[in-house]
């Protein structure tokens, strides 16, 4: 009877401390698994960003961005960018934008016209040609 008493705790206590290890293995695969997950929506995210840069004049007015999206309008692909431009000086004129591929061909042009004062801020639409299939491993240059 003692041998087995003795048997079945040195069983358990084996049962117990494989499952502590278990459960810290889990853990860690957990997150090693939430690492690679994080890593791959950055990536996804990296490569889905669009490149767009800015005219020295444009700077010299006042014009940085935030936000860039791009999206389909009814009958193209990649045709309408919206650009999050923020203001700090006056602006009154209009900004065009170049779309070019990863060739540094230009591919497409698209004008705006805008009245800003100081400080304002919001979405302005650059609505290319259907024909316009604006590439992410291209550019926009506002202009």
Do not use: P
């Not at 990296?46 to 490149?51: E, G, H, L, P, W």
């Not at 540094?104 to 290319?128: N, V, W």
């Not at 316009?132 to 491993?137: L, V």
């Amino acid at each position: 009877m003692k041998k087995t008493f003795l048997f079945v705790t040195l069983a358990f206590s084996v049962i117990f401390s494989s499952c502590d290890r278990l459960s810290n293995s889990s853990e860690k695969l957990g997150e090693t698994a939430g690492d690679v997950v994080k890593g791959i929506e950055t990536g996804v995210k990296k490569a889905r960003s669009i490149n767009v840069t800015y005219t020295e004049t444009l700077i010299e007015k006042g014009i940085t961005n935030g936000k860039v999206t791009l999206r389909n309008d009814k009958e193209g692909t990649d045709n309408l960018l919206s650009v999050y431009l923020i203001f700090s000086k006056n602006f009154k004129g209009k900004v065009t934008a170049k779309a070019y591929d990863n060739q540094g061909l230009e591919m497409g042009r698209s004008s705006t016209k805008i009245d800003a004062k100081e400080g304002d801020a919001g979405f302005y639409d650059f609505h290319f040609d259907k024909r316009t299939n604006i590439d992410r491993d291209g550019k926009i240059i506002l202009e």
